[in-house]
């Protein structure tokens, strides 16, 4: 097997001998300078240091992108620019805009101390990269949050693992996620919970239906004999994996596979555990999570899914027998005899890349919201009319389907292609995430005629179909300094009065509903009345008109804040059938041996509508199978 450290050597040999000559920095007047240009979220100012023919020094002393993403261009580019002395240096895959703005800046610094930056632009011969090829136990395909779980996992197991990403950094969609996670847990759930409601109202209802099969049957029982026992003590919040499985699936419509969703429940808090194990840190406050149901989620120190990918990284960079090689896409899968034994891939520099895995192969590519093409042809319908172009995802580039079409390629099932997701919250520009203030979605929605139009505690497709048909098919959050203050962050980590000072995001700020009302251009009146009927059902603690049971504060106490919200694409809940183990099951439903799956890619855990706080939970417990099982090569 081809070692870490002799595969990062090869590589590190591979760049250098890639960047030819290196264009020279003569000529210039020694000093620090320094520039701040815009960049993918805000200002970003470089500090460039350079002597008389050299380039000492490059260091982005301040920046707002996303963090883990832009993040990764903060670190390499300004390597790439000192090491190659050259400002024809290539961006950090996927981290485009940012990379750019960071060259930008650069260049700045030098025309300022007199370089001869066309010089300095000029791109280098570079020598073609050769091929690789290496062995390990498991080669896992995709650095997002199911691939790095099952790398834990694997090495956790004792295997030795290869994983590849063709982005420049780790994370995928998962470092831009919301960092909710849902989990019952009904230690905190019953002294830390600011969520009030009629919250056995939804029990009562979803035990009252009529079952659909057996397993239903059974799973209503269990609830409804749980529910009754919890009536008779002190306990503030019902909560078990039995209600958390019930509400998973009948919010997917029953569509998933309930076996699958009782996996995910069942595991939820132990996933949770094995996460704190690694150093990942959660809030005390179990809160209701915007689209979950219920008010058992566990909110993340870190920004959006920052603390997730730390912990999966620090954990694998002491791991002797892990290797990770970035830049790098899946292209196919190596089957011999039936059995998945391998993966060809293709390099930065389109180099051939062959990895061969003794035990198996975890397909971690994550889903296909931000594939126009795919979503169209899969998803568009009665229900989605219009997933094209128009429609921003909040999406990492990257994130394609490629995976999903690699499986079927040797013979896994494709099940529930057609169900897609829409997040209410997004950018009305830009379809990101990362602005949405923490805590906001369980303020109230309203219109531009100043009034609610959906209940806010419900499901995403509800709530994200409800805004579409609202005038222009958009709507403003509203909230306040009851559940707000100005140094609160949004899920990006930035403040909101960051984003007041520097008007981004659309946000504003009031001392009264009335002069909120004026400053987004709704009627007064309809929006006080709006207000005061809101607070009048949290006071109440009954459901509303729109049939919402779940409150946290009032919207009473200034200042009083809004902000523009669209749906966006989000996340596909189809993919490549898995069972229990994680094994990608054939047509048959048989596993295909040496082949596994998890995450995004996969097609039988979510249903319809994906609960919002889900989506982590479902990387994390089946990555974790998913490692451990590829590792035992069972």
């Given at each position: 097997?081809?070692?870490?450290?002799?595969?990062?050597?090869?590589?590190?040999?591979?760049?250098?001998?890639?960047?030819?000559?290196?264009?020279?920095?003569?000529?210039?007047?020694?000093?620090?300078?320094?520039?701040?240009?815009?960049?993918?979220?805000?200002?970003?100012?470089?500090?460039?240091?350079?002597?008389?023919?050299?380039?000492?020094?490059?260091?982005?002393?301040?920046?707002?992108?996303?963090?883990?993403?832009?993040?990764?261009?903060?670190?390499?580019?300004?390597?790439?620019?000192?090491?190659?002395?050259?400002?024809?240096?290539?961006?950090?895959?996927?981290?485009?805009?940012?990379?750019?703005?960071?060259?930008?800046?650069?260049?700045?610094?030098?025309?300022?101390?007199?370089?001869?930056?066309?010089?300095?632009?000029?791109?280098?011969?570079?020598?073609?990269?050769?091929?690789?090829?290496?062995?390990?136990?498991?080669?896992?395909?995709?650095?997002?949050?199911?691939?790095?779980?099952?790398?834990?996992?694997?090495?956790?197991?004792?295997?030795?693992?290869?994983?590849?990403?063709?982005?420049?950094?780790?994370?995928?969609?998962?470092?831009?996620?919301?960092?909710?996670?849902?989990?019952?847990?009904?230690?905190?759930?019953?002294?830390?919970?600011?969520?009030?409601?009629?919250?056995?109202?939804?029990?009562?209802?979803?035990?009252?239906?009529?079952?659909?099969?057996?397993?239903?049957?059974?799973?209503?029982?269990?609830?409804?004999?749980?529910?009754?026992?919890?009536?008779?003590?002190?306990?503030?919040?019902?909560?078990?994996?039995?209600?958390?499985?019930?509400?998973?699936?009948?919010?997917?419509?029953?569509?998933?596979?309930?076996?699958?969703?009782?996996?995910?429940?069942?595991?939820?808090?132990?996933?949770?555990?094995?996460?704190?194990?690694?150093?990942?840190?959660?809030?005390?406050?179990?809160?209701?999570?915007?689209?979950?149901?219920?008010?058992?989620?566990?909110?993340?120190?870190?920004?959006?899914?920052?603390?997730?990918?730390?912990?999966?990284?620090?954990?694998?960079?002491?791991?002797?027998?892990?290797?990770?090689?970035?830049?790098?896409?899946?292209?196919?899968?190596?089957v011999e005899d039936g059995k998945v034994v391998g993966v060809v891939a293709e390099g930065k520099d389109g180099n051939a890349v062959t990895l061969h895995a003794t035990k198996g192969v975890i397909l971690a590519t994550g889903g296909f919201a931000g594939n126009v093409e795919l979503r169209q042809k899969y998803c568009e319908g009665e229900k989605w009319p219009d997933l094209s172009a128009k429609v921003p995802t909040s999406n990492m580039p990257a994130v394609t389907g490629d995976g999903i079409f690699m499986a079927e390629a040797a013979g896994a099932q494709l099940v529930n292609m057609e169900q897609i997701q829409l997040l209410p919250y997004c950018n009305p520009q830009t379809g990101a995430t990362y602005d949405i203030m923490s805590g906001s979605t369980l303020g109230i929605f309203v219109n531009k005629e100043g009034t609610r139009f959906v209940r806010e505690d419900g499901r995403r497709d509800e709530m994200a179909k409800a805004i579409i048909d609202q005038t222009d098919g958009m709507m403003y959050i509203v909230f306040s300094g009851d559940s707000a203050s100005l140094e609160s962050k949004a899920l990006g980590g930035l403040t909101l009065s960051y984003y007041l000072e520097h008007n981004m995001a659309g946000y504003v700020m009031a001392d009264t509903v009335a002069e909120l009302a004026e400053k987004l251009g709704v009627p007064a009146d309809a929006l006080e009345k709006t207000v005061a009927d809101y607070n009048g059902y949290v006071e109440a603690g009954v459901a509303d008109p729109f049939g919402r049971v779940s409150y946290g504060t009032k919207i009473a106490t200034g200042p009083f804040f809004a902000y523009p919200r669209k749906p966006a694409v989000h996340h596909t809940m189809g993919g490549v059938r898995i069972d229990g183990e994680a094994h990608a099951l054939s047509g048959e439903g048989a596993p295909i041996p040496g082949l596994y799956c998890a995450g995004e890619i996969t097609g039988n855990i979510h249903g319809g509508n994906r609960l919002g706080g889900n989506a982590i939970v479902d990387f994390c417990v089946f990555g974790q199978i998913a490692g451990t099982n590829a590792a035992a090569g069972k």
């Amino acid at each position: 097997m081809l070692g870490r450290k002799a595969l990062s050597v090869l590589l590190v040999l591979a760049m250098l001998l890639g960047l030819g000559a290196a264009a020279s920095a003569e000529g210039m007047t020694p000093g620090t300078y320094t520039q701040t240009v815009n960049a993918m979220h805000g200002p970003l100012t470089v500090e460039v240091t350079v002597s008389a023919d050299r380039i000492e020094s490059v260091e982005v002393t301040d920046h707002v992108e996303t963090p883990g993403v832009g993040d990764q261009a903060v670190k390499d580019i300004p390597e790439r620019v000192v090491g190659a002395q050259s400002l024809a240096v290539d961006a950090v895959t996927g981290v485009t805009i940012s990379s750019r703005a960071i060259l930008s800046a650069v260049e700045k610094c030098l025309a300022e101390a007199g370089a001869d930056v066309d010089a300095l632009k000029a791109a280098p011969e570079k020598t073609p990269a050769g091929d690789v090829e290496a062995t390990a136990d498991v080669v896992i395909v995709g650095g997002g949050g199911a691939g790095l779980a099952a790398a834990v996992a694997a090495t956790d197991a004792g295997a030795s693992v290869i994983l590849i990403e063709k982005s420049g950094f780790l994370g995928g969609n998962s470092i831009v996620a919301g960092g909710i996670y849902n989990a019952p847990d009904p230690t905190k759930q019953d002294y830390a919970t600011n969520v009030s409601g009629d919250l056995g109202s939804l029990v009562e209802a979803a035990i009252a239906e009529e079952p659909v099969s057996d397993a239903h049957k059974a799973l209503m029982d269990a609830v409804r004999a749980e529910y009754e026992a919890f009536r008779q003590t002190d306990k503030t919040i019902y909560d078990s994996p039995n209600w958390f499985a019930l509400q998973t699936w009948n919010g997917g419509d029953k569509v998933a596979e309930l076996s699958m969703v009782q996996e995910l429940a069942d595991n939820s808090l132990s996933s949770l555990k094995w996460l704190e194990g690694m150093g990942m840190e959660f809030t005390d406050t179990i809160t209701h999570g915007a689209g979950s149901l219920y008010p058992r989620t566990h909110a993340a120190v870190k920004p959006n899914g920052v603390g997730y990918i730390d912990a999966f990284t620090q954990t694998l960079s002491s791991r002797e027998g892990y290797t990770q090689m970035m830049e790098t896409t899946g292209k196919s899968l190596i089957v011999e005899d039936g059995k998945v034994v391998g993966v060809v891939a293709e390099g930065k520099d389109g180099n051939a890349v062959t990895l061969h895995a003794t035990k198996g192969v975890i397909l971690a590519t994550g889903g296909f919201a931000g594939n126009v093409e795919l979503r169209q042809k899969y998803c568009e319908g009665e229900k989605w009319p219009d997933l094209s172009a128009k429609v921003p995802t909040s999406n990492m580039p990257a994130v394609t389907g490629d995976g999903i079409f690699m499986a079927e390629a040797a013979g896994a099932q494709l099940v529930n292609m057609e169900q897609i997701q829409l997040l209410p919250y997004c950018n009305p520009q830009t379809g990101a995430t990362y602005d949405i203030m923490s805590g906001s979605t369980l303020g109230i929605f309203v219109n531009k005629e100043g009034t609610r139009f959906v209940r806010e505690d419900g499901r995403r497709d509800e709530m994200a179909k409800a805004i579409i048909d609202q005038t222009d098919g958009m709507m403003y959050i509203v909230f306040s300094g009851d559940s707000a203050s100005l140094e609160s962050k949004a899920l990006g980590g930035l403040t909101l009065s960051y984003y007041l000072e520097h008007n981004m995001a659309g946000y504003v700020m009031a001392d009264t509903v009335a002069e909120l009302a004026e400053k987004l251009g709704v009627p007064a009146d309809a929006l006080e009345k709006t207000v005061a009927d809101y607070n009048g059902y949290v006071e109440a603690g009954v459901a509303d008109p729109f049939g919402r049971v779940s409150y946290g504060t009032k919207i009473a106490t200034g200042p009083f804040f809004a902000y523009p919200r669209k749906p966006a694409v989000h996340h596909t809940m189809g993919g490549v059938r898995i069972d229990g183990e994680a094994h990608a099951l054939s047509g048959e439903g048989a596993p295909i041996p040496g082949l596994y799956c998890a995450g995004e890619i996969t097609g039988n855990i979510h249903g319809g509508n994906r609960l919002g706080g889900n989506a982590i939970v479902d990387f994390c417990v089946f990555g974790q199978i998913a490692g451990t099982n590829a590792a035992a090569g069972k």
